[in-house]
């Protein structure tokens, strides 16, 4: 197997670590980064979620709000996005 150095990232959870780290693979410095996606889902070092809720609640509200549209078919709905 071959990895692309390029593409690894480092992230630490829990308490901040004091200091830098300094990972080399194949003399590439592994970039340490504060947040990033994984599988869909976006990831903090606290693992509260606050993120990946900051990121898809405007998604979901949008493709909520056009479910609503299309299925009131011109009429007013009485529901609303808030």
């Keep these: 197997m071959v990895l692309n150095v390029e593409?690894?990232?480092l992230m630490t959870f829990g308490e901040p670590v004091?200091?830098?780290i300094?990972?080399?693979?194949?003399?590439?410095?592994?970039e340490v980064v504060n947040q990033m996606k994984y599988l869909g889902m976006w990831l903090d070092p606290l693992l509260?979620?606050?993120l990946h809720v900051d990121y898809a609640a405007p998604t979901?509200?949008?493709?909520?709000?056009g479910y609503l549209d299309f299925s009131m078919d011109g009429k007013e709905s009485r529901?609303?996005?808030v």
Excluded: E, H
Excluded at 22 to 30: E, M
């Design 48 to 50: 509260n979620f606050s």
């Design 79 to 81: 529901f609303s996005l």
């Design 22 to 30: 300094d990972i080399f693979i194949d003399g590439v410095k592994i």
């Design 7 to 9: 593409k690894i990232k």
């Design 18 to 20: 004091t200091g830098s």
């Design 60 to 65: 979901a509200q949008r493709t909520a709000a």
